[in-house]
């Protein structure tokens, strides 16, 4: 085998770097593209969440306007009921 020269010792290195970069470059971009697809069905998943979450409070809110429209009336009505009693 023949003792290759300083500058082709060189140059060798120089190729397995810039492969290595080359690489490097190749991996981190599959790696940015599945973090990039992992978030967004992460974003997904989350609005979903929250769109169910807005609706159950929607539903709360109309219950308890219900509970307190009722309790209201109730009491006008008992109101009314002791007055007409009175009266």
Do not use: C, N, P
């Amino acid at each position: 085998m023949q003792a290759l020269s300083d500058d082709q010792e060189v140059e060798v290195l120089e190729r397995k770097i810039d492969e290595g970069f080359a690489e490097m470059r190749r991996e981190f971009t599959a790696v940015r593209t599945e973090i990039g697809t992992r978030a967004l069905s992460s974003e997904r998943g989350l609005r979903s969440e929250i769109v169910a979450a807005r609706s159950e409070a929607r539903a709360d809110f109309r219950t308890l306007i219900a509970v307190v429209f009722a309790m209201w009336v109730a009491t006008v009505l008992a109101v009314l009921g002791v007055l007409a009693v009175h009266l």
